[in-house]
């Protein structure tokens, strides 16, 4: 079993900071890449920031220059900055992850989610 635990949203005024952190537990043979989707009321899920096993990173236009996704491999756990913050961001947060289990000396990949983390950035 495996699990996505995101922390670090909350209340902050314009251009302010959070970082979010989402951290991943259980039976995990590999992670693949991580990253960061959210959600704004009545609107549908958007990509926000992703990063694989090698580094590489990649952003949604929206967040470009401000946010910065970094990864901690021995924790498991991927992090979201976010700077310069707008009311346009007020968003539920949701951690993804590729995860590689083994099971029977297979390997199976699924995509994982987080629970979601709460931002809101008042004007």
């Known amino acids: 079993q495996v699990q996505l635990v995101e922390s670090g949203g909350g209340l902050v005024q314009a251009g302010g900071s959070l970082r979010l952190s989402c951290a991943a537990s259980?039976?995990?043979?590999?992670?693949?890449?991580m990253g960061w989707y959210r959600q704004a009321p009545g609107k549908q899920r958007e990509y926000v920031a992703g990063?694989?096993?090698?580094?590489?990173?990649n952003y949604a236009d929206s967040v470009k220059g401000r946010f910065t996704i970094s990864r901690d491999y021995a924790k498991n756990t991927v992090y979201l900055q976010m700077n310069n913050l707008k009311p346009e961001d007020t968003a539920v947060y949701y951690c993804?992850?590729?995860?590689?289990?083994?099971?029977?000396?297979?390997?199976?990949?699924?995509?994982?989610w987080g629970q979601g983390t709460q931002v809101t950035v008042s004007s």
């Open positions: 990063i694989t096993s090698g580094d590489s990173t």
């Open positions: 259980g039976s995990i043979f590999s992670i693949n890449a």
């Open positions: 993804n992850a590729r995860i590689t289990t083994r099971q029977a000396l297979r390997d199976i990949i699924n995509d994982y």
